[in-house]
Nanobody, 124 residues
Framework: QVQLVESGGGLVQAGGSLRLSCAAS????????MGWFRQAPGKEREFVAG????????YYADSVKGRFTISRDNAMNTVYLQMNSLKPEDTAVYYC?????????????????WGQGTQVTVSS
């Protein structure tokens, strides 16, 4: 079965950096668009970043543009989210997701598979 396992979350001070990883198994990774989403307490899940099958195209929410970078390694079946200049408002549970259609890249309900999430907490 498909598994997506996130890692790399933690507690960091404002201005700091974290690198999230999402290891995928049970699917042909290179045929799936990958996305990162986040959900803060009391808020809806929101799009953070997405990447096309080959990694040639990337997409970002305005709130993270210029600070976060999504990348993927198809040989390792892994997608990454490098997060720099973190702010307290970035605090959330971060999820990776996979889907075979790029049309849904920013739409949470469009994804077929989800990881369990990793907590990111940014202190001020």
């Amino acid at each position: 079965q498909v598994q997506l396992v996130e890692s790399g979350g933690g507690l960091v001070q404002a201005g700091g950096s974290l690198r999230l990883s999402c290891a995928a198994s049970g699917l042909t990774f290179s045929t799936y668009v990958m996305g990162w989403f986040r959900q803060a307490p009391g808020k809806e899940r929101e799009f953070v970043a997405g990447i096309s099958w080959s990694g040639s195209r990337t997409y970002y929410a305005d709130s993270v543009k210029g600070r976060f970078t999504i990348s993927r390694d198809n040989a390792m079946n892994t997608v990454y989210l490098q997060m720099n200049s973190l702010k307290p408002e970035d605090t959330a549970v971060y999820y990776c997701a996979a889907d075979d259609s790029i049309l849904v890249i920013a739409i949470p309900t469009g994804y077929d598979f989800w990881g369990q999430g990793t907590q990111v907490t940014v202190s001020s």
